[in-house]
């Protein structure tokens, strides 16, 4: 008995993260919008069965995105016309407001399952989306990370279903709720990290009948799809450079994809033809940051660098130094993930300053006795090695030092001034306030259980503490020195 197979063809995207501009690596043209949008319009002339998704985190990490808060992303995404795509933490970056006024200017679908109001219960977008193509029905669901909790916890109106756990579960009510139609391919659109998506996939119940997981959020490079519970998980690094293409032969009779081919395609000048009108609009919104950031605050003797934010950088120790001093702190714990550039300097402009340190917070300071701080690094190491890298880590200023032991959770020694830090030893301590927000939640600790209980504002402005120091201070340092060693 012969069996009713059919083509299609997904592309998908995520984490773009604002990389809108081609750059050159070894002598050649990668990467970018145009020649992204390119790949995506030749696929889509080839075959009519195809769809392009985007799973999360087209916002935040270029100045032309934070300069229109998003406005220029959601014009540049309505010119590259993806098919469906998912909310990102990185989505919430601007506030969950201003994000809805952002949906309302997109001219495609955004689907989130686990983003609701509390009281009364209301999902903020489509859980879901069904498309007809080349005569089979598709359902696509959104699925938001657990980090998205952090930045809800400053609207009490707002919940997440954020555990993967109860994500799945959201997910088996979505695909039963749709028993009455005849779903041929379920495909999970989610902005949780490779590591979680494995998870989730295993807890999915297979009459639910997910077939694929398309992924984001730990810009994972894969050599191939990973196959969970007969599940196949997919995702596509980070940016666009590359894009994730599937073609697929789904048997409509059972319901499942029958076989796949599935490859990583690099962006490139040979493989992408660039797509003009997108470059150009792209062009003027250039033009008009540049005007604005272009100016220049200071020349360092040398670049600084980034390379990785789960390790002391030099141009972590330059940033968190430079608040501790400018704002008269003893340490300051600065949030590796907020800085977004990987190198800078030697010229250092204003725009180099917004795009290293897009998230202009306020800055808090507590006073922690030694004994909490002790307790606190203790979290925040071992959380990131027990998530594999996707925890919280701290650039740490100037003063403190430390040797920890991963396997034992122990450190070889914990010093401030090349002094052991005391137990009953109190300190003035500098926090961003998203992670003042989520004390407890990253740091174990309950913030009544501090010095003072509370916590209080230092200034309302980091960008402008930061833009003041490095426009005075004649010599800044920013060397590796040695402040976190993880054995």
Known sequence: MSRNLKKLTILHSNDMHGDFLAEHVDEQLMGGISMLSGYVTRVRANNPFSIYCIAGDMLQGSLIDAEYRGLSTIEIMNMLAPDIVSLGNHEIDYGVAHLLFLERCANFPIVCANLFIKNPYRRLFSPYQIMEINGMTILFIGVITQEVAANLRMDALLGSLVDVEEAALEVGRICNAHRSLDVDLTVLLTHIGHEEDRKLAALLDPIW?????????SHTILEE???????LIAQAGVGTAQIGHFDLIVDTDSNSIDSYQWRLVPITGEMCPRDLQLEETILNFKQTVDEKYDRVICRFRRSFTHPNRYQETELGNLISDALKDALALDLVLCASGSIRKQQVGPLFTYGDLCATFPFDEPIYVLKIKGS????????????????GGHGEFYQVSRGLRLSYHRESRTFDYLEYQGQHLADEEVMRVGLQLYHFKNFERFFDLPLKELVDGKGQIVCTSSMDVLEEYFSETKSVRGRVEGRIIIR
Do not use: F, K, W
């Open 225 to 231: 799809p990973e196959v969970v519970n007969d599940i």
């Open 209 to 217: 009948g997910v077939d694929l997981i398309i992924g984001g959020h």
């Open 372 to 387: 909490q701080l002790r307790h606190m690094l203790d979290n925040i190491l071992y959380q990131e090695i027990s998530e």
